[in-house]
């Protein structure tokens, strides 16, 4: 039963103490986030990770590129382990590393040494260490204007993998035109742009995440027309004209930051991940919170962790497995840690 195996969960911390720590990612479920020793947006884990030295297992309750993150940033001595090895992200796999080095090779021909690689950290540790190795950083939705500005003071232009949604809406921030923006098609190994190729100043890699692309302007039209009063926060993951449109737009921690701080009375219709949203509307009785898209699913992926896993994972650690161990290679978590790091020190 389900108090059958939240009780194991509480007799495995209990008896693990300190040496177990377990992060758990805002879109994580209730059932597993009850139990999350921390929990925060990509960022706030990739720091925690780092921090934490006294761990020797991490339980990881998010998807396998934060896993990874954790891998890298922790000691040799740490495990981190992820309690469904198909909790991916569809967005990290829109970039494999073959694609990337093919790109590389037909952009640096197009632009030669005037250009920098950056990586939303829903990536590949593959990708990282790409970018690492060439002199780039890693970006996360809370920094992502931040890290822009770093490549710009070093390069003229820049590649923006693989979120083509948080690149475009980030550089269009900070007053990148969108005529000086060109997609990067990674199937067709192909730039998508009419314009004059000189004057590219951004390329945007051309992959999306399936949950935060679902949000549409006729999502908005409809809240506006209904619940004319209603604020619009939206995450930067979701499309150009979407954020547009919103009332404002930033990552997960800042939609929370900014629900949590608004006045009792208040109305929000959120354009993010639904276990989030759900957890926001119940922490907020004496609020009006509605998800921008009514038909809104969490995401699959993430929701992969449930408490069945997360039983099973502690209960191997318990019995001295490594089942579901996350490694990163020494050669691959080297350059990854480089670009990962360049974005902990500007954060
Ligand atoms: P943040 O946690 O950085 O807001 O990212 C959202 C996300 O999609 C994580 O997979
Ligand atoms: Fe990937 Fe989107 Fe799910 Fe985040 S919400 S893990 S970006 S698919």
Request: hydrophobic residues 40%; proline residues 3%.
């Amino acid at each position: 039963t389900t108090e059958e195996l939240e009780e194991r969960v509480r007799e495995i911390k209990g008896k693990l103490g300190k040496k177990l720590f377990i992060p758990g990612h805002h879109y994580q479920k209730d059932e597993v986030i009850q139990f999350a020793d921390a929990t925060g947006d990509s960022l706030k884990l990739a720091q925690l990770s780092a921090e934490n030295k006294d761990a020797e297992h991490v339980v990881f309750c998010g998807v396998h590129f934060m896993a990874e993150i954790a891998d890298i940033l922790t000691t040799k001595e740490q495990k981190v382990y992820l309690p469904d090895m198909r909790a991916g992200c569809s967005m990290a796999d829109m970039a494999d590393i073959f694609q990337t080095e093919r790109a590389w090779n037909k952009l640096t021909e197009l632009f030669g040494d005037t250009i920098l690689p950056l990586t939303y950290v829903n990536s590949t540790a593959e990708i990282k260490s790409f970018v690492g190795k060439h002199g780039g950083a890693t970006v996360t939705s809370s920094n992502a204007e931040k890290m822009v500005r770093w490549a710009f003071e070093k390069k003229e232009r820049l590649l923006f993998l693989p979120d083509q949604h948080l690149g475009r809406n980030t550089a269009y921030n900070i007053g990148i035109g969108l005529d000086e923006m060109a997609v990067w098609n990674p199937i067709s190994n192909e730039l998508e742009f009419s314009g004059l190729i000189e004057e590219v100043k951004v390329i945007l890699w051309k992959g999306h995440c399936s949950v935060h692309e679902n949000f549409t302007v006729e999502n908005i039209r409809q809240v506006r027309e209904t619940y004319p009063d209603m604020k619009i926060i939206v995450h930067p993951e979701c499309r150009r004209e979407v954020v547009a449109l919103s009332d404002m737009a930033g990552s997960t921690n800042y939609i929370i930051d900014a629900i949590y701080g608004s006045p009792s009375g208040s109305s929000w219709a959120v354009g993010t991940e639904m276990n989030l949203v759900n957890r926001i509307i119940q922490e907020h009785p004496d609020k009006q919170i509605i998800s921008l898209n009514p038909h809104m699913c969490p995401c699959l992926t993430m929701n992969r962790i449930d408490l069945p896993h997360l039983v099973w994972c502690l209960e191997a650690i318990e019995l001295g497995s490594s089942h579901n161990r996350i490694e990163v290679d020494g050669h691959i978590a080297d350059n990854a840690k480089k670009a990962l790091n360049r974005m902990l020190e500007l954060s």
